[in-house]
């Protein structure tokens, strides 16, 4: 089945700095790729997401990439604010109803 | 107007207990999975169901038994609690090739 590996686990930046996460995937058959973020006690709640047809998409600060080749994507956070601090969680799935497959998140810290 | 909904949000109950978690969701989806989160923080799937019918079983022990009474519901039945089995248990939902809904979360805690 496919997993999906995802760097760094943790990550601090400074307020105004960009951040990025790193997530590879195993199966070349997976199509769909969302970010989620979770705040401290909160649901998982997406961000973003890119579909294999696409190799990059933005969404004011928050932009994604995808390489379907290398099998992996990430997720690009620019001018990073406190509110920003939250685990991001990169996934992967295949067409159909097939359940999201999680990394195991990136906890970022923005420090202002 | 919740799009995902979940009870109890927080649920503490004794070893070898029997405990239900319920899920609705009033997004029309057809598909509804049920989530582990550990205390790392890691996000598992346990059980997918389409349209009522169990899709995906992962390797979950069989004292966990969903049921789906209809595509709008899926409930999460829990015998024998073991310590092992606290968790935060999410429950999601989502349409074909569409992104997926969490409910709020339900804390379990077995002491």
């Known amino acids: 089945g496919e997993n999906v590996e995802q760097h760094p686990s943790t990550l601090s930046v400074q307020e105004g700095d960009s951040a990025v996460i790193k997530c590879t995937y195993s199966?070349?058959?997976?199509?769909?790729f969302p970010w989620y973020k979770q705040e401290l006690g909160k649901r998982p709640q997406l961000i973003i997401d890119?579909?294999?047809?696409?190799g990059e998409k933005k969404d004011q600060r928050i932009a994604v990439t995808l390489n379907k080749t290398a099998k992996h994507f990430s997720l690009h956070i620019t001018e990073t604010q406190p509110e920003d601090s939250a685990v991001y969680f990169c996934a992967a799935s295949k067409s159909g109803n097939t359940p999201l497959v999680f990394g195991k998140g990136t906890r970022l810290s923005v420090i202002a | 107007d919740t799009a995902v909904s979940q009870t109890p949000k927080y649920l503490v109950t004794q070893m070898g207990n029997d405990k239900s978690i319920k899920c609705e969701q009033n997004?029309?989806?057809?598909?509804m999975y049920w989530y582990k989160q550990d205390s790392k923080k890691f996000l598992k799937i346990m059980f997918s169901y389409n349209n009522k019918e169990l899709i995906i079983n992962e390797t979950v022990p069989n004292r966990f038994s969903p049921k789906s009474p209809d595509k709008a519901h899926l409930n999460l039945h829990i015998n024998s609690l073991e310590l092992g089995d606290s968790a935060v248990y999410f429950c999601?939902?989502?349409?074909?090739?569409?992104?997926?809904?969490f409910g709020q979360g339900t804390r379990l805690t077995v002491v």
């Open positions: 999601a939902s989502s349409q074909v090739k569409g992104q997926a809904f």
């Open positions: 997004l029309g989806h057809d598909t």
């Open positions: 890119i579909r294999s047809n696409v």
């Open positions: 199966d070349s058959a997976s199509n769909y």
